[in-house]
């Protein structure tokens, strides 16, 4: 596993928290099955970008980063 020296920032709007999950999703509408979008979120947002995604009905898997 190779860290990222550059922390990646949460990606929720106005959020300036250092990211403590990754979410892969895709809008299987839009993007093909090898197509996956990568949003950063810290603690406190990635219930909140999770929830936005899969009340869409977007596949959606999470990651803690390291
Ligand atoms: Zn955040």
Redesign the pocket.
């Known amino acids: 596993m190779t860290s990222d020296p550059e922390a990646p920032i949460?990606s929720?709007r106005g959020?300036r928290?250092t990211?403590a999950w990754m979410l892969l999703w895709r809008n299987p509408r839009i993007h093909g099955s090898d197509r996956v979008k990568r949003w950063a979120?810290?603690d406190?947002?990635e219930p909140v970008l999770r929830e936005f995604l899969t009340a869409r009905g977007f596949p959606c898997e999470t990651q803690r980063l390291p």
Do not use: R
């Open positions: 949460c929720s959020c928290n990211a979120a810290c406190e947002h």
